[in-house]
């Protein structure tokens, strides 16, 4: 065997001729290639074309490494003539058109991103993280590319913070699918707009039978001006969120207000709070009892949002809209402020939450999406501006299985 042959087996270079090989200083293996077979071929069509000149300059790609030893593609592309298409560059038939690494390192790139930190990604593939996440947002750009949205039915939005500070960003996913479909800059309507206008076609819009989204008037006026047919169902997991916030104040002006041994008895009494009653043990249930006693107004809150868990077991409308309203008058009788103004904000969107109980449909998919988007960010320790955050969730959420649209036989880790 030639030594060439032995580089090319050892390495996998199937369809590939070595023509030459340099170990160089600084760990570089550099392997002038070219193509066995299914050479000059149109980038448009795939026809063979007629050479009419070699490119002076080589063209380098990194490759995957072997053992220590990092690994650059060499290779003179030509320019062909294609009947059709005329003068142009030929395929690569190991890289994306201009793409500076093969098919081979690109796959490895991303699912080495997918499973771990971009900081380990770029230490076990041998570049600095900011050429990494250069790469990495070439590559997503390029497989993502001529991507449309397809057979939206129904749509979640939520926003998700990034950096540290205060920059936030919009979600869009698709719920049946369990995807992110869209993530834009900003949190208000002009945000969410962007994303109606320019990536639905009115026949897609149409197409939208629910939204689910968080009490903000932001992304409710989207959905309603947006989606003539859809169903707006206010998110249930928001809405309790809501008002556990509502009890939560309760608490904290009670404990703003009590002295050293009130304070005694409210202690440790705000997760138990927020407690769903099927995960509360006995022991939670004797501490609330206790509660009545020694704080009323906080005990009174709570029982508010234990009775307010019933709401969402209800199946039929016309029993759901009467436990509402009676909750709500009863609420509002309570004389605590926080759980008032809770009680104010259901009246605004009380058809949004009454749709619950004919769809069912909640945002808890989304709210995975959510969660799964933050360990992204903390695993990166946040990112420095929003592309590099949206490579990432498109990445692990996205609705384009990005790895996959490298082609099959390039794809081994
Ligand atoms: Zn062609």
Same mark, same amino acid.
């Given at each position: 065997?030639?030594?060439?042959?032995?580089?090319?087996?050892?390495?996998?270079?199937?369809?590939?001729?070595?023509?030459?090989?340099?170990?160089?200083?600084?760990?570089? /293996?550099?392997?002038?290639?070219?193509?066995?077979? @299914?050479?000059?071929?149109?980038? !448009?069509? #795939?026809?063979?074309?007629?050479?009419?000149?070699? +490119?002076?300059?080589?063209?380098?790609?990194?490759?995957?490494?072997? #053992?220590?030893?990092?690994?650059?593609?060499?290779?003179?592309?030509?320019? $062909?003539?294609?009947?059709?298409?005329?003068?142009?560059?030929?395929?690569?038939?190991?890289?994306?058109?201009?793409? =500076?690494?093969?098919?081979?390192?690109?796959?490895?790139?991303?699912?080495?991103? !997918?499973?771990?930190?971009?900081?380990?990604?770029?230490?076990?593939? =041998?570049?600095?993280?900011?050429?990494?996440?250069?790469?990495?947002?070439?590559?997503? *750009?390029? /497989?993502?590319?001529?991507?449309?949205?397809?057979?939206?039915?129904?749509?979640?939005?939520?926003?998700?913070?990034?950096?540290? *500070?205060?920059?936030?960003?919009?979600?869009?996913?698709?719920?049946?699918?369990?995807?992110?479909?869209?993530?834009?800059? *900003?949190?208000?309507? &002009?945000?969410?707009?962007?994303?109606?206008?320019?990536?639905?076609?009115?026949?897609?819009?149409?197409?939208?039978?629910?939204?689910?989204?968080?009490?903000?008037?932001?992304?409710?006026?989207?959905? @309603?001006?947006?989606?003539?047919?859809?169903?707006?169902?206010?998110?249930?997991?928001? $809405?309790?969120?809501?008002?556990?916030?509502?009890?939560?104040?309760?608490?904290?002006?009670?404990?703003?207000?009590?002295?050293?041994?009130?304070?005694?008895?409210?202690?440790?009494? =705000?997760?138990? /709070?927020?407690?769903?009653?099927?995960?509360?043990?006995?022991?939670?249930?004797?501490?609330?009892?206790?509660?009545?006693?020694?704080? @009323? %107004?906080?005990?009174?809150?709570?029982?508010?949002?234990?009775?307010?868990?019933?709401?969402?077991?209800?199946?039929?409308?016309?029993?759901? !809209? %009467?436990?509402?309203?009676?909750?709500?008058?009863?609420?509002? +009788?309570?004389?605590?402020?926080?759980?008032?103004?809770?009680?104010?904000?259901?009246? &605004?969107?009380?058809? *949004?939450?009454?749709?619950?109980?004919?769809? =069912?449909?909640?945002?808890?998919?989304?709210?995975?999406?959510?969660? $799964?988007?933050?360990?992204?960010?903390? %695993?990166?320790?946040?990112?420095?501006?929003?592309?590099?955050?949206?490579?990432?969730?498109?990445?692990?959420?996205?609705?384009?299985?990005?790895?996959?649209?490298?082609?099959? &036989?390039?794809?081994?880790?």
């Amino acid at each position: 065997m030639t030594n060439n042959n032995l580089i090319r087996k050892l390495l996998k270079l199937k369809d590939l001729k070595v023509v030459n090989f340099a170990f160089n200083r600084g760990g570089e /293996l550099e392997i002038a290639v070219k193509p066995y077979k @299914n050479g000059c071929r149109c980038q !448009q069509c #795939g026809r063979r074309g007629k050479i009419v000149r070699t +490119r002076p300059q080589a063209r380098r790609w990194r490759d995957i490494s072997v #053992g220590s030893w990092t690994v650059w593609l060499l290779y003179y592309p030509r320019e $062909i003539v294609c009947p059709t298409h005329g003068r142009g560059l030929e395929v690569i038939a190991w890289a994306e058109p201009y793409a =500076r690494f093969s098919y081979r390192y690109e796959y490895v790139m991303l699912r080495y991103c !997918q499973m771990m930190t971009q900081k380990a990604a770029a230490e076990l593939l =041998r570049v600095s993280t900011s050429t990494l996440s250069d790469q990495l947002h070439a590559s997503i *750009g390029s /497989l993502r590319s001529g991507h449309r949205i397809r057979g939206l039915k129904t749509i979640g939005i939520d926003e998700i913070s990034y950096c540290k *500070g205060h920059k936030y960003a919009t979600l869009v996913y698709d719920l049946d699918r369990s995807v992110v479909v869209w993530v834009g800059e *900003g949190k208000g309507r &002009k945000t969410i707009d962007e994303f109606f206008n320019n990536m639905l076609s009115d026949y897609q819009k149409q197409k939208i039978t629910a939204g689910s989204c968080d009490m903000s008037d932001a992304y409710i006026g989207a959905i @309603n001006t947006h989606c003539p047919n859809a169903t707006l169902v206010l998110d249930r997991f928001h $809405i309790v969120k809501a008002l556990n916030a509502a009890v939560d104040e309760v608490r904290k002006a009670q404990w703003r207000d009590a002295g050293v041994d009130e304070r005694k008895a409210l202690k440790g009494l =705000r997760w138990l /709070l927020y407690r769903h009653s099927s995960t509360r043990s006995r022991e939670d249930t004797r501490t609330l009892k206790a509660l009545e006693k020694a704080n @009323n %107004r906080i005990y009174r809150a709570w029982r508010l949002k234990d009775e307010f868990e019933q709401f969402w077991d209800y199946n039929a409308p016309w029993a759901a !809209q %009467r436990f509402l309203k009676s909750w709500m008058t009863a609420t509002l +009788r309570s004389r605590l402020e926080p759980m008032k103004k809770f009680v104010a904000t259901l009246r &605004k969107y009380e058809s *949004g939450v009454m749709a619950f109980i004919g769809t =069912r449909l909640t945002n808890a998919v989304g709210e995975g999406l959510n969660r $799964i988007a933050k360990i992204v960010k903390n %695993r990166a320790s946040g990112f420095r501006n929003l592309s590099a955050f949206t490579d990432m969730i498109f990445l692990t959420i996205g609705d384009v299985d990005i790895p996959a649209q490298i082609p099959n &036989k390039f794809r081994t880790v």
